[in-house]
């Protein structure tokens, strides 16, 4: 069981990028799947997350409106689509997977079963 992300890299402020998360974890459907970003010297923190079956998404205040979750059962993969980038969105991005049954919604960072490696997110001014 293995997550891996990818779709990192320099921006500008007020750009896009599209991040990937390849989701090699089984059963695929048991799981809720999140994307949590850690910037230089802060905590991780939760950014968004799409439920089990695809049917539930939840987003931190600070990206509502211009971050988007998806989920790709067919090719199991997660998609965060990001737009209006801020420099503040500079960070590592992770994907995280929480085994869906009798877990917490929205999925916390104690809660994940499996973390992808994470990729970078640099957004300049």
């Known amino acids: 069981d293995q997550l891996e992300e990818s779709g990192g890299g320099l921006v500008q402020a007020g750009g896009s990028l599209r991040l990937s998360c390849a989701a090699s974890v089984s059963p695929y459907f048991n799981y809720h799947i999140a994307w949590f970003r850690q910037a230089p010297e802060k905590h991780r923190e939760f950014v968004a997350a799409?439920?089990?079956?695809?049917?539930?998404?939840y987003y931190a205040d600070s990206v509502k409106g211009r971050f988007t979750i998806s989920r790709d059962n067919l090719n199991k993969m997660v998609y965060l689509d990001m737009n209006a980038l801020e420099v503040e969105d500079t960070a590592v991005y992770y994907c995280?997977?929480?085994?869906?049954?009798?877990?917490?919604?929205?999925?916390?960072?104690?809660?994940?079963?499996?973390w992808g490696k994470g990729t970078l997110v640099t957004v300049s001014s």
């Open positions: 799409v439920s089990w079956n695809g049917g539930n998404f």
């Open positions: 995280g997977a929480d085994q869906a049954f009798n877990s917490d919604w929205p999925p916390k960072d104690s809660g994940m079963d499996f």
